[in-house]
């Protein structure tokens, strides 16, 4: 199976930072990955597919970029409602595997 | 509207069996790929398997092969995933998911969640 590994685990960010999480696949992925947010007690939410497109609904303020093995989920300017734990998934080949997530706090 | 409605929270004892359910709504369900995802407690998502409504073709995760069961009834528009035995290591959140055909067959879609405690 391929190993997603996220960076970081967890970090604290203001309200108005840019910031960005970094996923990377243990054998090449082409574009196929996506990025989820997870609230507490809540399903998590498709932001982003093919590593970069925006699903429908989401703000702008979050982009995906990368292709290969290396991936990164951008949050242009941090608003409270963004505070959560994302994953990235790949979808390249089953079994389909997340990342172990990252802990987006307030600080 | 596209809606994934699971069933309610279960509590089981070990050995015991259990089938939980998604329906599906909202959307033709034979024709979209339905996949469960489990999430043990205060930890990330694990992908379980999926299965095509319209012919039940499945596919699972090794880690889960020959634990569980995913089915479905299109009659019905619902999915399952079912213990034989449940053990306390199977007490966890399940969540099901539809695969977008226009989302690049990722899971756009996200039920809210079934809970599983197994317990003695």
């Known amino acids: 199976a391929i190993r997603m590994t996220q960076s970081p685990s967890s970090f604290s960010a203001s309200t108005g930072d840019r910031v960005t999480i970094t996923c990377r696949a243990s054998?090449?992925?082409?574009?196929?990955l996506a990025w989820y947010q997870q609230k507490p007690g809540k399903a998590p939410k498709l932001l982003i597919y093919a590593a970069s497109t925006l699903q429908s609904g989401v703000p702008s303020r979050f982009s995906g970029s990368g292709s290969g093995t290396d991936f990164t989920l951008t949050i242009s300017s941090l608003q409270s409602e963004d505070f959560a734990t994302y994953y990235c998934q790949q979808y390249y080949s089953y079994p389909r595997t997340f990342g172990q997530g990252t802990k987006l706090e307030i600080k | 509207e596209v809606q994934l409605v699971q069933s309610g929270a279960e509590v089981k004892k070990p050995g015991e069996s259990l089938k939980i359910s998604c329906k599906g709504s909202g959307y033709r369900f034979t024709s979209y790929w339905i996949g469960w995802v489990r999430q043990m407690p205060g930890k990330g998502l694990e992908w379980m398997g999926i299965?095509?409504?319209?012919?039940?073709?499945?596919r699972y995760s090794p880690s889960f092969q020959g634990q569980v069961t995913i089915s479905a009834d299109k009659s019905i528009n619902t999915a399952y995933l079912q213990w034989s035995s449940l053990k306390a290591s199977d007490t966890a959140m399940y969540y099901c998911a539809r695969l977008g055909v226009n989302t690049a067959m990722v899971e756009d879609y996200w039920g809210q969640g079934t809970l599983v405690t197994v317990s003695s």
């Open positions: 054998q090449g992925i082409s574009s196929y």
């Open positions: 299965i095509y409504p319209g012919d039940s073709d499945t």
